[in-house]
């Protein structure tokens, strides 16, 4: 038996990041490309760009600095405070999965 730990951070009771928009954003970032990184979890450009404007309005801050396509093409950047974002939830979720672990080896691994 194991365990299984879902954490997203909320703002005034509404979603504003998780484990999908960092993956999403991590892909951003690798690619510069909101359209590849979308196209790599096997979502549409309309998805992700919504994901990551409702998270920009929720947080009051912008995550993507887009470049507009032309000749060599658009892209896409992450803003400091998104990777700053990225940094402090990873950071957050391996200490609250080392802490789950700890719990659970209390309950369940006797």
């Not at 009771?13 to 990184?37: D, K, M, N, W, Y």
């Amino acid at each position: 038996m194991d365990f299984k730990l879902k954490i997203w951070l909320e703002k005034d009771e509404q979603p504003v990041f998780g484990r999908g928009l960092l993956c999403l954003l991590t892909l951003i970032r690798q690619h510069g490309s909101i359209r590849r990184a979308a196209e790599d979890l096997g979502m549409s450009y309309r998805q992700a760009w919504g994901s990551i404007k409702k998270a920009e309005s929720r947080l009051g801050v912008k995550l993507l600095i887009k470049h507009v396509g032309g000749e060599s093409g658009g892209g896409a950047q992450l803003t400091d405070e998104a990777r700053q974002l990225m940094l402090k939830y990873g950071d957050f979720m391996r200490d609250a999965e080392e802490a789950v672990k700890l719990v659970y080896a209390r309950y369940f691994e006797q």
